[in-house]
């Protein structure tokens, strides 16, 4: 178990933060990038550009069904891609907000560039009228999968190798966590600044936050916009 997630999720939580909302870098921008990805997974495997927008379409699909495991946070994506200009909107605020609590303009920049790009992904589920789970079916239905059964139990296995067999196996490990009934504990952080995938161990699963900096933030900013209102009322 690494960083607290169970092992049977490793690989879709490292696959989910192949984006890095705080840091502003996204490994599936280049076929290069996602190949350098999985070798760090000690996956060396050949990407075809077909391959790249593969992952792309399920990363999109997986960290909006990770959102939906947070109600509000999930209602706020759908919300916000399915806006006009939502992207344009949210990188300028965004961007005034990260100037505020004190970060670099680069840093800045870097993690609007990679809040457009989750926009980007998120907006394209919405546009295309799926829900996450339509669309990841629609992707699941594409990959080398099957159900085997030995004298050992049942499990979903890839079929193939490479870049398919890979995202086939992401999508196994996400049916066998809904089968043990830990699926919805695998999150996306509620603070937007952030967006990090976490596995969230609490007693009751009620976790939003993947850590108390990104809470405490969340909580700054809250009680400065009510201070914002209530001098705007005076």
Known sequence: MADGVPEQLALVEAFA?????EEGTDELTSVERFRRWLSAQ??????????LDLAWQLRAALRLELSAHDTEAR?????DAAAPNAEARDTAAHGAEARDIGGTEARDKGGAEAREAEGRETGAVVRE???PRAALDRIAAGLPLRARFTGGGMSLAPTAGGVSGL????VAAMVLAERDGIW????ICREDTCRWAYYDRSKNSSKCWCGASCGNRNKTRAYRQRRVVGSARA
């Open 17 to 21: 933060n192949t984006v890095d909302v």
């Open 42 to 51: 000690g996956r060396d495997e050949p990407v075809a550009p077909a391959d």
């Open 75 to 79: 209602d706020a994506a759908v919300r």
């Open 129 to 131: 009228g799926q829900d």
């Open 167 to 170: 995202l086939a196996e992401i």
């Open 184 to 187: 919805s504990r695998l999150k």
